[in-house]
């Protein structure tokens, strides 16, 4: 069992190793659900095999161990070693260091997998695009059950949930490479027609009501931008645009449903498909969004985010947002 945990333990560090250093592209959640069968099943051999075998032979050296005092004893000879027997024991019953990696593991590789799995997944910011409001750096939760469970790594549903709304910020499998996880905000529902000409955000042909803001000073490009304050659904949020950036949608590519996408020298208008969602970033000129590459599929959607829990470079930033 030892050489077979070795290479189990070998497999799942040459798996991460080649993923972090970009030979594979890995799979978190695979990963994860094969850690808890894999220490799952140790458990329970721990705890119906080799632990009792340990017992048996820590009572079985107990006994021989008490025969020989007797026998001692009879020939007039007082032993020793009270402390030493109990040693023994307990060195007999303790776990050897495979299980220890293993079976030791399980129950916190079990609760991880269950919350990220089925209430919290957390996330951490790459880019700038949902400047003002995510920055790069932070660490956010993200709700997995309010649009309804789902079974990990299949992604199929099991329990109904809320649709997600305009003005939500989600977290989704990118389409055009779903192992990517992509985060922006909602802007249209399925029926919505969402159109955004010269800068200028409107749902169903009703601009989104906005707010001037003092200028935003972005860190990771050293330069301030124009900010406003938008009110998509029940609450406000503040968005960025650049001047000096054009109004048209440069590069736009040929995805599903393109056809119900007008581009223009404004900007583009689209009709929002059935089951798809337009999703936009609130730094809305460095964000790589639905205006080119698309709507999300509702299958696609991971969960609503809702708190940012760290920032190591900013704890002021530790927080809820909108």
Request: charged share 20%; net charge positive; glycine share 8%.
């Amino acid at each position: 069992m030892q050489v077979l945990t070795s290479l189990i333990l070998a497999a799942f560090v040459g798996y991460i190793g080649a993923w972090y250093v970009g030979a594979i592209e890995g799979n978190f959640a695979l990963l994860l659900l094969l850690a808890t069968i894999v220490t799952g099943a140790y458990w329970l051999a721990e705890r119906f095999y080799f632990l009792p075998r340990r017992k048996q032979a820590a009572a079985a050296f107990a006994t021989s161990t008490q025969q020989r005092r007797e026998e001692l004893e009879r020939m007039g000879i007082r032993p020793d070693g009270a402390d030493d027997l109990q040693a023994a024991q307990h060195k007999l019953i303790m776990q050897p260091w495979w299980l220890d990696w293993t079976a030791g593991l399980f129950p916190v590789i079990l609760v991880v997998f269950l919350l990220r799995s089925f209430l919290f997944e957390p996330f951490k910011i790459p880019s700038g695009s949902m400047y003002p409001t995510l920055w790069v750096g932070d660490l956010i939760l993200v709700n997995k059950y309010t649009y309804g469970l789902r079974l990990p790594v299949a992604n199929t549903r099991i329990t109904d949930g809320n649709k997600p709304k305009a003005g939500d910020v989600i977290v989704f499998r990118y389409p055009p490479q779903p192992t990517v996880d992509y985060i922006k905000r909602v802007i249209g529902t399925p029926g919505d027609t969402v159109a955004y000409l010269n800068k200028r955000l409107t749902i169903n042909g009703k601009p989104v009501p906005t707010t001037n803001l003092p200028d935003f000073f972005e860190e990771d490009a050293m330069r301030y931008f124009s900010q406003f304050q938008e009110k998509i659904g029940e609450k406000p949020h503040n968005v960025l645009n650049n001047k000096e950036a054009p109004a048209f949608v440069q590069g736009a590519s040929n995805f599903q449903h393109r056809d119900l996408c007008n581009y223009s020298v404004e900007g583009v208008t689209c009709k929002v498909p059935e089951g798809q969602y337009f999703v936009m970033g609130d730094n809305r000129d460095n964000s790589l969004d639905s205006r080119y590459w698309g709507f999300v599929p509702e299958a696609n959607i991971v969960g609503r985010a809702f708190f940012i829990w760290m920032n190591f470079g900013n704890f002021k930033r530790i927080g809820s947002f909108n």
